[in-house]
């Protein structure tokens, strides 16, 4: 025996006693949501071909650095800035040329010893040994008894011209989080880190239904008394907007079986959208066949808005199903209301964050008392600021939506807004929006954490990775919410509290292991101390450092270490000491691909690029946080996300302790 359609389950007369009960919008939105399960639909592999437009279905981190390997930004030639020092164009310094030309694509045949410089091309791989490039145009290549000899005529420093290893995307970094719109320039960065196919979230396919006699569908004759379907193809477009399938079953006329069975097609989709006939006329089938459904069937029907309420929510077997209003203005302002929401959830999309002005309404709104009302405003300037004029076209209006700039929302218990009143407006468009939380500081994986836990929560986020010091400065300067710092005060021993002045509030973050990181297999460290490895590298001639950018916390507490270790070396004199990579990856990519052979990392990345790694010192990830920034609501946000139990258990998990 087949099972029941849902709309026979149970009697029609239990359901039409809810009929235009009129509820609250808070109420109506919370029997709704508490029959559905507001999560996304489940998760598909698309080629990147196929990617646009689709929501990020999980986190995607890097497993390559980008660029791979260090390399020149220039045509040049690849030397030790060493030995260009006091080099003018009348004085210039001369160096033996080596054979060796380096192109894109070709891994270097020979080092680069002292006193010689090997000619590169854009792009290429860095010599080991060079610790810069010069470029070409300060440069002459003469000949001499001992054969071509370059001629530099500019003195360069360490670091000039190459781009090193993870610079632009790290191995371990995030690049893109669940719940991300991918659009051409997400699509590049997945490319770039070599996936061609990507996780996103299931669209939900939505049925859409217009119904009435007087409904005619576009392109058709329009006979007296007809209105043409423009519900259907708005309500489809937002559909689309919000990530999912619309699927179009046409109009159908007030004929109850035929909209009965057309409700059980669109049963077979994720939502069910219909338009028109939620009133009380007496040509109205909709609410007859839609209060036959059960499990548990209608929830509300009528809703104290206006525009928009006759609105009918039901749910059936998990599916929502909503009847919106047939004017337009209230079709499109439920639709956001009631059903955007739904979407978005169904979509793996956070949840909306629209933006709000204030402007002054230039004369007097009457409202009526008992519902919320919204109107729809345009927003010009004036000698004082903005004005909200309303857009009084009615909710049968088709243009009022697409001319309006935002809405008012007039509450229930008011009857009037006084002209002059300077009221929140909401506006309808909102692309580009300044960020909620701005970071700047040391960049740290356990931070990716917390910002892509925020993010998720719908929060707008810009981050900017520019080391502890500059971070620290920012925060002083009012130019951030949050930064990121571990510095070690050398003369008290303490990490990052010593920095804070009376203008900043320390947040304590958690612990990271920073270690001697090199090659696993190198004798020369295996079973020592990390000073005891220090001054094994320090001592041996060719034995090559990556050292840290000035001014980062790593940098602090290298020094400190070179100083502990061997207090009469020369730093300058350290193989590597000049060359500054600006991040945890890029010291152990350099070490993991043989460019040098020790450094300091923390203990997270060294197990990343599987390099064996002495422990240095339990270092504090901390963050600092403006006083005047303080009660901002990402700032509280990122502060009751950092003290969730939850989030020590997954900071645990990467290495860290809180």
């Not at 700047?440 to 994986?445: R, V």
């Not at 900017?464 to 971070?471: F, K, P, R, W």
């Not at 001014?551 to 070179?562: A, H, K």
């Amino acid at each position: 025996m087949t099972e029941p359609s849902p709309l026979r389950r149970a009697p029609a007369a239990a359901r039409q006693t809810q009929f235009l009960d009129v509820l609250t919008r808070d109420e109506a939105t919370r029997r709704f949501h508490a029959h559905l399960d507001l999560a996304p639909l489940g998760s598909e592999t698309v080629p990147l071909g196929e990617a646009r437009g689709r929501v990020v279905a999980s986190d995607v981190v890097s497993t390559v650095d980008v660029p791979a390997f260090d390399r020149s930004n220039v045509d040049g030639f690849a030397l030790h800035a060493a030995d260009t020092t006091g080099a003018m164009e009348e004085a210039p310094r001369a160096l033996a040329l080596n054979d060796e030309v380096l192109a894109p694509g070709n891994v270097p045949q020979a080092p680069v010893p002292p006193g010689t410089a090997t000619t590169i091309a854009t792009g290429a791989l860095l010599p080991r040994g060079a610790d810069c490039v010069v470029l070409v145009e300060q440069t002459d290549v003469v000949e001499s008894s001992v054969g071509p000899q370059l001629q530099v005529t500019h003195a360069a420093v360490a670091g000039q011209h190459v781009t090193f290893a993870g610079t632009d995307i790290a191995r371990g970094e995030t690049v893109l989080w669940t719940g991300q719109v991918l659009t051409s320039r997400e699509i590049g960065i997945l490319a770039a880190i070599g996936q061609d196919r990507v996780s996103v979230f299931r669209r939900p396919r939505v049925a859409i239904i217009s119904t009435g006699d007087e409904i005619v569908p576009p392109g058709q004759p329009l006979p007296p008394g007809g209105v043409y379907d423009s519900n259907a193809a708005i309500i489809a477009a937002a559909v689309a907007e919000l990530g999912g399938e619309p699927v179009v079953l046409g109009t159908i006329r007030d004929n109850e079986t035929q909209l009965e069975a057309a409700v059980n097609e669109a049963l077979q989709c994720d939502l069910v959208l219909m338009s028109g006939g939620t009133s009380k006329g007496a040509g109205d089938v909709s609410y007859r066949v839609i209060h036959r459904l059960a499990d548990p069937g209608v929830v509300a029907h009528g809703v104290a808005l206006k525009p928009g309420k006759p609105i009918c929510l039901a749910v059936t077997g998990g599916t929502p199903v909503v009847v919106l209003p047939g004017f337009p203005t209230s079709a499109i302002f439920t639709f956001h209301e009631f059903v955007a929401p739904v979407l978005r959830a169904f979509s793996g999309l956070p949840p909306a964050s629209r933006g709000q002005l204030t402007a002054a309404v230039p004369h007097r709104i009457n409202s009526d008392r008992g519902r919320t009302e919204y109107v729809l405003v345009g927003l010009v300037p004036g000698r004082d600021g903005l004005a909200a004029y309303p857009l009084g076209k009615g909710s049968g209006s088709v243009t009022t939506f697409s001319l309006a700039d935002g809405f008012i929302t007039i509450d229930q218990h008011t009857e009037i807004v006084d002209a002059g009143a300077v009221v929140p407006v909401t506006l309808i468009d909102r692309e580009l929006r300044p960020a909620d939380l701005v970071t700047i500081g040391s960049h740290c994986i356990g931070l990716d954490l917390l910002l892509g836990d925020l993010r998720k929560a719908g929060l707008q986020i810009k981050s900017m990775h520019v080391g502890s010091t500059a971070g620290l400065r920012a925060a002083q300067r009012g130019e951030c919410d949050i930064a990121g710092i571990h510095l070690l005060d050398p003369e008290t021993d303490e990490y990052n509290r010593p920095f804070i002045t009376g203008d900043l509030e320390l947040l304590p973050g958690y612990r990271r292991m920073q270690c001697f990181v090199f090659r696993r297999g190198d004798a020369r460290f295996a079973g020592t101390t990390a000073i005891e490895s220090v001054r094994a590298a320090v001592g041996d001639p060719g034995c090559v450092m990556i050292n840290r950018n000035a001014g980062s916390g790593t940098r602090i507490l290298l020094d400190r270490l070179l100083d502990d270790a061997s207090p009469s070396t020369d730093r300058n004199a350290i193989p590597g000491y000049g060359v500054q990579a600006k991040s945890h990856t890029a010291v152990a990519a350099a070490i993991a691909q043989g460019r040098a052979d020790w450094g300091l990392c923390i203990d997270t990345v060294a197990a990343m690029y599987a390099l064996d790694a002495i422990p240095v010192r339990d270092e504090h990830y901390d963050f600092v946080i403006p006083r005047d920034r303080l009660s901002r609501p990402a700032v509280k946000q990122f502060r009751d996300l950092l003290v969730a139990p939850q989030t020590a258990d997954r900071l645990r998990a990467i290495g860290f302790q809180q």
